[in-house]
């Protein structure tokens, strides 16, 4: 395949900075992830951003990283569930990237952040309704900004990075040779 960046889209607790690091690490390029970034820039956790600046201001900063982030060459950026909001960022990725959508259904995203309390967003009275809301919202988003959607099927991290690394067409040469699936 011919482009310079990967980028993963998908809603928290999909696996984008999990399995986008793997993939990062097996093709030798920078990771990054907005939300580590963000938190890095600001010194404080994205909680407390939501706190004093609201959900308009942590998107703005979002915004500001995701310009910044993708317009680099030969990274692989994990990004935040909520970049997709926006239709620039949804632009900036689709036009600067290659974009992976790990697309996982409600069930299992619920499964794997009821308790993480470093999502604001599920911090409410009814998390698992406001969860499924935003998945309603954000699955189309992310679709339409993706290039490829792969559920992650429950496989491991590293069968996961397999997956991703085969779809993109580098299989086996982005391996190591002890993490190289077995033939058959």
């Not at 963000?38 to 500001?64: H, K």
Request: one cysteine or more.
């Amino acid at each position: 395949m011919d482009f310079e960046n990967i980028f993963f889209v998908g809603f928290m607790g999909a696996g984008k900075t999990t399995i986008g690091r793997t993939v990062a690490r097996r093709l030798g390029l920078p990771f990054f992830d907005t939300d580590h970034e963000i938190e890095a820039r600001c010194g404080v956790r994205i909680p407390t951003i939501f706190e004093l600046e609201g959900e308009e201001g942590f998107r703005q900063r979002e915004t500001r990283t995701l310009d910044e982030l993708t317009q680099r060459k030969g990274i692989v950026l994990a990004t935040g569930g909520g970049a997709v909001l926006r239709a620039e960022n949804r632009e900036m990725l689709r036009s600067r990237g290659y974009v992976i959508y790990l697309c996982a259904s409600p069930a299992e995203l619920w499964h794997r952040t009821r308790r993480d309390r470093n999502r604001p967003l599920l911090q409410g009275a009814n998390p698992r309704a406001t969860l499924e809301a935003l998945y309603r919202v954000r699955d189309p988003l992310y679709r339409e900004t993706a290039h490829l959607v792969m559920p992650p099927h429950g496989d491991s991290v590293a069968q996961a990075a397999a997956r991703v690394l085969d779809r993109l067409g580098w299989g086996q040469q982005a391996m190591p040779p002890e993490e190289s699936p077995k033939p058959g």
